[in-house]
Nanobody, 127 residues
């Protein structure tokens, strides 16, 4: 059974940085897709970023492009979200998401295509 464990969320001032981590355990393939979504109060969950295995590339929502960087460490079964130049509108609960194979491009930003989710970690950015 696949399980995800996130960490790294906390309070930070606008302009600051945070790094979120997501560790996956269980039976996983090497070409899994690791993603990040977020949900702000009163809003729908939205795609933030994802990374595909085996050199499959990284992808970002327009709202975070140029400020956030996703990466992965296959040896540690972990992927990260480095968040720089944070803004108050980045405040949300951030969830990591997992699909055990390389998702096709058209499926990357739809949470319904991810099979497993972390418990969420709160990121609060104050003005």
């Amino acid at each position: 059974q696949v399980q995800l464990a996130e960490s790294g969320g906390r309070w930070v001032q606008a302009g600051g940085s945070l790094r979120l981590s997501c560790v996956v355990s269980g039976e996983i393939s090497r070409d899994y897709t690791g993603g990040w979504f977020r949900q702000a109060p009163g809003k729908d969950r939205e795609f933030v970023s994802c990374i595909r295995g085996n050199g499959g590339g990284t992808y970002y929502a327009d709202s975070v492009k140029g400020r956030f960087t996703i990466s992965r460490d296959n040896a540690k079964n972990t992927w990260y979200l480095q968040m720089d130049s944070l803004k108050p509108e980045d405040t949300a609960v951030y969830y990591c998401a997992f699909h055990n194979h390389r998702l096709i491009l058209s499926a990357l930003d739809d949470g319904q295509n991810y099979n497993n989710w972390g418990q969420g970690t709160q990121v609060t950015v104050s003005a």
